[in-house]
Structures are given as C-alpha cells and as structure tokens.
C-alpha cells in the first residue's frame, strides 16, 4: 500500500508541472517576445539616430554656405535660364572683347547634349557670330571662359576674311538646373 503522503506529493509535481506547461511558460514565451521587440526597437533607433546625425550634419554644411555663395551658385548654375539675359551678356562680351558683333540667337534645348533621363541639368544652346582679329578672338574666349555661368562651345566654325580679319560662327551651351521628379517619391 502506498501512504496517502506520497499520493499527495506526486499529485503535487504533476499540478507543478502543468502549471509551468500552462501559465509559466506562455509568460515567458510572451516575455521573450517583448524582449525581442526591445532588442529590435534598440536597433531600430540607433539607426534613425545616425540617419538624424547625418542629417544634422548636412544641415550644418548647408547652413555654413554664406549668403554670397549661394547667391553666386544660383547664379552659375540657374532654376531658370533667362535666354534675353544671356543674349545681352554675348553682346557686352563682344564689345569687352573689342570684336565686332554680328548676331546672337537662343536656339533652344542642346538635342546633342542629351543626358541620362534622371540628369538634373538641361542643356541650352544660343549661337553667337562675330569678327575680329587673332587677339580679338583669343580675349572673346578668355571672357567667355570667366563668365559667370558656364558657356561650352558645342560647335566653332572660324574663317578668314581679308585684312587679317576672322569671322567666327559658334554655338554656346549653358545649363539649367532642374529639381530631380518628385512625383516618384509621392507615390
């Protein structure tokens, strides 16, 4: 016969035991899961906190532009080309240059300069035509290459004329700057 103790004492255990099958061990499930939602939330954060580091620092950088720089980069690289403004400026150059002015065009966005699609510059091409002599030229295209907005020359066709004179024929391109498509980032 077995004592009415040890009936007891294994009844005990097998209670104990489904009490840690039943009730513990659901809560430490859930208290794992919580801790890996710590651990998880822990990375997450850290990342954010460099992407805001980061980001404090390119502000910063930015902030540390002067109101002249970016005065000055607005105006070598424009959100808008001001194709009267860039006319008058061939002009005045020519006359700085001492050549004699003959014509000066916008002929529209450079088709030969085609960049990729998600390019941010858009090229624009004018045409300028003048004669001069041999230094006359070579201060042309010195002035031009000062400037304060960049002008290629694309195409250059120079022929000579009597007196030691040049009739130079060129195509200039300037660029635009335009904001990349936002539309993408709305979606």
Known sequence: MIP???FTQIGMIIVAVAIVFTYIKPEFIKIEEVQDEIANYKVQLAKVNEVNNRLSELVSRMDSVSASDQQ???TYLPDEIDT???SRDLLLISRLAGVQYLDSAYVGLDDNRKKEEDSSLVA???TLSVDGDY???KTLFA???TNDYPLDVSRLNVSSLEGGILAVEMSLVTY???LANTDRLSN
Do not use: C, D, V
């Open 4 to 6: 009415k103790g040890l």
């Open 135 to 137: 230094n006359q030229i």
């Open 84 to 86: 009267l403004a860039i």
């Open 143 to 145: 002035l031009l290459e």
């Open 72 to 74: 000055r980069l607005l």
């Open 176 to 178: 635009q700057y335009k």
């Open 124 to 126: 624009h091409e004018f």
